[in-house]
């Protein structure tokens, strides 16, 4: 297979901003000049400890280690080869690749021509909706308030009757069978595959950047014996419980607002999006999960309380199912999380056609918190007006209120719920009490180590067993770094040269990384960054810490991605000038001190001792050069 010329993947990576890339999935927010930081997208945490560095072309998350240029992240998101990476960004920004030897571009690998395929179709079933058939699709979403401009704006589109019409449009675009049911557009028959989508609007479902990935259908025809819902199958690139209906269309305004509203159908988001609701989403044949949760949190930048997630539920009791499955999973939540129900049982989209877009904004302005609506979910299954019921309903209701958290809400639910109850508030409170312990023992014991660590302690003869070494362990990062003067001094120097070195004098910054440093994980980082040569080159920085031999590589990730104490980049640079010359300023001072320690042990009047205290004025000489010297 033919390789990219590296000219070419510099230059590819040097034209890409990484902060556009990784906010397309991250809600990044600034973390200082040259640094924005989110919420990993590898690890799920409370605050963010992930950093992007868009001038270097580098993240680093200090929680999980994780960390790479603009090609790493997409092959880590989308599971993608080197090749398709730098490809997908090349084809991004309109940029032509060159193969070594003069070869062709290799053939397109499997995932990316299921992205290709379902692009593909996604763009013929637009076009279908325009045709004499499709008046069917057209009047069903005409009854629902959608024109044809709010068709287009969500892509929707029509699959015609018949078993053939998109497998034979796909085969004239060059997808092979093998192809189209990968990407789950046909259906394998006896008599070979046939089209998975008849008669039916569809939808495309599209990831968080814009690509379609899969599809979802809704039956138009009586004499249709399918499921009124059909979605595509699970594929590589298609995971529906990872995959949010409309994110693409919400992520900027979900982003901007930390607020994100969770509707239950295709046409729930259009209703609301046309009605100002630009941050509705919906899950896709599958009820909302953790997988959601961890995509939601980090586009909205979930790391306060200060955000909003709304869920919208039916009445019935399937809708109640989903608020108690999605309650479960709500203290994931740094958000607050509230439920909004239209009146008269109404969802977005039948409220929007009955009663216009201000009434869709009202309800969900009307909310009240998840917690509230589980208790009264729970309340109203029970005979409040019988002993035996209160009881029931307290024993349903109190480990609600026992999950909350905030010291001064619980007590005042407690209140609220002895009150709904009739019940004395001290025994409602000793429930709520007895339901808290119990719901922190359970997670104490989901968390708790297996005993498997200890029954393994020793081997079968009663020798001691083998240590397992855990090497990443062995790694060097900040955190293993002396908290002295000189690693202070040494670490933000190599900090400021990494991520500012190309805004500083060469000479300068030369002069000050030829000294040795103090503490050896430093100096082996030192060692490779002088090594690199040229700071104003392309990728500069990223390359030179690749080049840094293992275990002070991820020392050098953290050094290059790490908040630097300045608000502007002159800032910045002044700073890092400052450290070059602190750094040769002490290499004086040092061999000053040496100098001052020989002549006390030479005869004043030596030859040694005359040609030390020159020494000794050229120091001073040099020192004060350094000292006086503008910054």
């Given at each position: 297979?033919?390789r990219?010329?590296?000219?070419?993947?510099?230059?590819?990576?040097?034209r890409?901003?990484?902060?556009?890339?990784?906010?397309?999935?991250?809600?990044?927010?600034?973390?200082g000049?040259?640094?924005?930081?989110g919420?990993c997208p590898?690890?799920?945490?409370?605050?963010?400890?992930?950093?992007?560095?868009p001038?270097?072309?580098?993240?680093?998350?200090?929680?999980?280690g994780?960390?790479?240029?603009v090609?790493?992240?997409?092959?880590?998101?989308?599971h993608?080869?080197f090749?398709?990476?730098?490809?997908?960004?090349?084809a991004?920004?309109?940029?032509?690749?060159?193969?070594?030897?003069?070869?062709?571009?290799p053939?397109?690998?499997?995932?990316?021509?299921?992205y290709?395929?379902?692009?593909?179709?996604?763009?013929?079933f637009?076009?279908?909706l325009?045709?004499?058939?499709?008046?069917?699709?057209?009047r069903?979403l005409?009854?629902?308030?959608?024109?044809?401009?709010?068709?287009?704006?969500?892509?929707?589109g029509y699959?015609p009757?018949?078993w053939?019409?998109?497998r034979?449009?796909?085969?004239?675009?060059?997808f092979?069978?093998?192809?189209?049911?990968?990407?789950?557009?046909?259906?394998?028959?006896?008599r070979?595959?046939?089209?998975?989508?008849?008669?039916?609007?569809?939808?495309?479902i599209?990831?968080?950047t814009?690509?379609?990935?899969?599809?979802?259908?809704?039956?138009?025809?009586?004499?249709d014996?399918?499921?009124?819902?059909?979605?595509?199958?699970?594929?590589?690139?298609?995971?529906k419980?990872?995959?949010?209906?409309?994110?693409?269309?919400a992520?900027?305004?979900?982003?901007?607002?930390?607020?994100?509203v969770?509707?239950?159908?295709y046409?729930?988001?259009?209703?609301?999006h046309l009605?100002?609701v630009?941050?509705?989403?919906?899950?896709c044949g599958t009820?909302?999960?953790?997988?959601?949760?961890?995509v939601?949190?980090?586009?909205?930048?979930?790391?306060t309380?200060?955000?909003?997630v709304v869920?919208?539920?039916?009445p019935d009791a399937?809708?109640?199912k989903?608020?108690?499955?999605?309650?479960?999973?709500?203290?994931r939540?740094?958000?607050q999380?509230?439920?909004?129900?239209?009146?008269?049982?109404?969802?977005?989209?039948?409220?929007?056609?009955?009663?216009?877009?201000a009434?869709?904004?009202?309800?969900?302005e009307?909310?009240?918190?998840?917690f509230?609506?589980?208790?009264?979910?729970?309340?109203?299954?029970?005979?409040?007006?019988?002993?035996?019921?209160r009881?029931?309903?307290?024993?349903?209701?109190?480990p609600?209120?026992?999950?909350?958290?905030?010291?001064?809400?619980?007590?005042?639910?407690?209140r609220?719920?002895?009150?709904?109850?009739?019940?004395?508030?001290?025994?409602?409170?000793r429930?709520v009490?007895?339901?808290?312990?119990?719901s922190?023992?359970?997670?104490?014991d989901?968390?708790?180590?297996?005993?498997?660590?200890?029954?393994?302690?020793?081997?079968?003869d009663?020798?001691?067993p083998?240590?397992?070494?855990?090497?990443?362990?062995?790694?060097m990062?900040?955190?293993t770094?002396?908290?002295?003067?000189?690693?202070?001094l040494?670490?933000?120097?190599?900090?400021?040269?990494?991520?500012?070195?190309?805004?500083?004098?060469?000479e300068?910054?030369?002069a000050?990384?030829?000294?040795?440093?103090?503490?050896?994980?430093?100096?082996?980082v030192?060692?490779?960054?002088?090594?690199?040569?040229?700071r104003r080159?392309?990728?500069?920085?990223?390359t030179?810490?690749?080049?840094v031999?293992?275990?002070?590589r991820?020392?050098?990730?953290?050094?290059?991605?790490?908040d630097?104490?300045?608000?502007?980049e002159?800032?910045?640079?002044?700073y890092t000038?400052?450290?070059?010359?602190?750094?040769?300023?002490?290499?004086?001072?040092?061999?000053?001190n040496?100098?001052?320690?020989?002549?006390?042990?030479?005869?004043p009047?030596?030859e040694?001792?005359r040609?030390v205290r020159?020494?000794?004025?050229e120091?001073?000489a040099?020192r004060?050069?350094?000292?006086?010297a503008?910054?």
């Amino acid at each position: 297979m033919a390789r990219i010329r590296q000219s070419d993947v510099d230059e590819v990576k040097a034209r890409i901003n990484i902060g556009d890339i990784v906010g397309e999935r991250v809600a990044l927010k600034s973390a200082g000049v040259g640094s924005l930081k989110g919420l990993c997208p590898f690890h799920d945490e409370r605050s963010p400890s992930f950093h992007v560095r868009p001038q270097v072309g580098y993240y680093h998350c200090f929680g999980c280690g994780e960390s790479g240029d603009v090609y790493s992240f997409l092959r880590a998101m989308d599971h993608l080869s080197f090749t398709e990476a730098v490809e997908r960004l090349a084809a991004r920004i309109g940029y032509t690749l060159h193969y070594e030897d003069g070869g062709a571009a290799p053939e397109t690998s499997g995932r990316t021509r299921l992205y290709q395929a379902n692009a593909a179709a996604a763009e013929w079933f637009r076009g279908q909706l325009s045709s004499p058939e499709a008046d069917a699709g057209r009047r069903f979403l005409g009854e629902r308030g959608f024109d044809a401009g709010a068709a287009a704006h969500f892509g929707v589109g029509y699959a015609p009757k018949g078993w053939d019409h998109l497998r034979d449009a796909m085969r004239a675009q060059g997808f092979s069978d093998e192809e189209l049911s990968a990407a789950g557009l046909v259906s394998q028959g006896q008599r070979g595959v046939y089209d998975r989508f008849r008669g039916r609007v569809v939808w495309p479902i599209r990831d968080v950047t814009g690509q379609t990935i899969g599809f979802g259908a809704r039956r138009l025809y009586e004499d249709d014996k399918g499921p009124k819902y059909l979605n595509t199958p699970e594929t590589t690139i298609y995971k529906k419980a990872q995959v949010l209906y409309g994110l693409d269309l919400a992520k900027k305004d979900v982003s901007r607002s930390h607020r994100v509203v969770v509707v239950e159908g295709y046409t729930d988001v259009m209703a609301c999006h046309l009605a100002g609701v630009t941050t509705a989403v919906a899950t896709c044949g599958t009820a909302f999960g953790s997988d959601h949760i961890t995509v939601l949190r980090r586009v909205m930048g979930d790391d306060t309380a200060a955000g909003e997630v709304v869920f919208t539920f039916d009445p019935d009791a399937a809708g109640q199912k989903a608020a108690l499955r999605a309650f479960a999973d709500a203290k994931r939540f740094n958000a607050q999380t509230y439920v909004a129900t239209g009146p008269q049982g109404l969802d977005p989209c039948d409220l929007r056609l009955e009663r216009g877009d201000a009434a869709v904004r009202a309800m969900l302005e009307t909310k009240v918190p998840m917690f509230e609506f589980v208790i009264d979910q729970r309340l109203s299954g029970f005979d409040l007006a019988s002993v035996e019921g209160r009881v029931g309903a307290l024993r349903a209701a109190a480990p609600v209120v026992g999950e909350l958290r905030d010291p001064l809400l619980q007590p005042e639910y407690t209140r609220v719920l002895a009150r709904r109850l009739g019940m004395d508030t001290e025994d409602v409170r000793r429930e709520v009490d007895r339901a808290a312990r119990d719901s922190a023992r359970r997670e104490g014991d989901a968390h708790r180590p297996t005993s498997t660590a200890s029954a393994n302690s020793s081997s079968s003869d009663g020798t001691a067993p083998t240590p397992v070494v855990d090497e990443p362990a062995l790694r060097m990062n900040l955190r293993t770094l002396p908290r002295t003067a000189d690693a202070t001094l040494e670490r933000d120097a190599l900090m400021g040269v990494l991520q500012y070195g190309h805004l500083v004098d060469g000479e300068e910054v030369d002069a000050a990384l030829a000294l040795p440093m103090q503490i050896p994980a430093l100096d082996a980082v030192r060692q490779s960054l002088l090594a690199q040569g040229d700071r104003r080159r392309i990728g500069w920085a990223s390359t030179a810490v690749e080049s840094v031999r293992e275990p002070y590589r991820s020392l050098a990730v953290e050094l290059l991605t790490a908040d630097f104490p300045a608000l502007t980049e002159a800032e910045a640079a002044a700073y890092t000038r400052g450290l070059a010359r602190k750094l040769r300023l002490r290499a004086v001072d040092r061999e000053k001190n040496e100098l001052l320690g020989t002549i006390q042990r030479l005869p004043p009047d030596s030859e040694q001792g005359r040609a030390v205290r020159l020494a000794l004025r050229e120091l001073d000489a040099r020192r004060r050069a350094l000292t006086e010297a503008p910054l």
